[in-house]
């Protein structure tokens, strides 16, 4: 369990640094979905958080746009780790049955589908 935390938070580390100044924007764009953070913190939340406030409460342009800022391999990565972890996991039922037959669907990868899923 530790070594998928540690997996998760470089994986964050390596896509935050990446692309800072494209997340920050799009937090900034969606603000209304963060309504409940102080706009002041709202550019330091997870990509965990984000993942799962866009999944949750955002239209399907949102997912979309998201997929082109992360990558949907990285999305679908951050989920399933979420889900299988139980790490903070606060998705909706009905988004969590939608996405993981989705992600399933459609992320090729074996590795994702044997390890995320399988285990």
């Known amino acids: 369990m530790t070594i998928v935390f540690e997996n998760y938070l470089n994986a964050y580390i390596n896509i935050t640094m990446k692309n800072k100044k494209n997340i920050n924007g799009f937090i900034k764009n969606h603000s209304a979905l963060f309504w409940y953070i102080k706009k002041s913190k709202q550019t330091k939340i997870s990509l965990n958080l984000l993942i799962e406030t866009i999944l949750n409460y955002g239209t ?28 903070r996991c606060n998705y909706l039922p009905p988004v969590k049955n939608f996405f993981t037959l989705f992600f399933k669907k459609c992320v090729r990868s074996a590795f994702i589908y044997k390890f995320y899923l399988c285990h």
């Open 60 to 87: 399907l342009d949102d997912v979309r746009e998201l997929f082109k800022l992360l990558g949907f391999k990285n999305v679908a990565d951050i989920f399933f780790k979420t889900i299988k972890n139980n790490y």
